[in-house]
């Protein structure tokens, strides 16, 4: 089985007919300026066959998290000032 080629402009401009051929099981590499960049291709059921993902604390929550203060620290403010040189 051949895998089209196609430029990106090619995938800009089609992009419906490529997206119902990629739907039907076909493949493309995505060129730019000749360069191969990326592969569109069909998800199968398992996209990441092997890959298994597990939550380390179920109860885990991202509004659990708080800032907390940063002593004997610059500021941000202080930071930046030194990475442009103003400091």
């Not at 739907?23 to 990441?48: H, K, R, W, Y």
């Not at 380390?56 to 004997?72: C, G, K, L, Q, V």
């Amino acid at each position: 089985m051949t895998i089209e080629r196609i430029s990106h402009r090619t995938l800009r401009n089609e992009s419906g007919r490529i997206l119902k051929a990629v739907a039907q099981g076909e493949s493309f590499v995505i060129t730019n300026n000749g360069q191969e960049v990326a592969t569109i291709c069909p998800l199968s059921d398992d996209p990441f066959p092997g890959l298994t993902v597990t939550r380390s604390d179920p109860h885990f929550s991202f509004a659990s998290i708080s800032a907390h203060a940063r002593p004997n620290m610059e500021s941000n403010a202080q930071i930046l000032e030194s990475l442009r040189g103003e400091g």
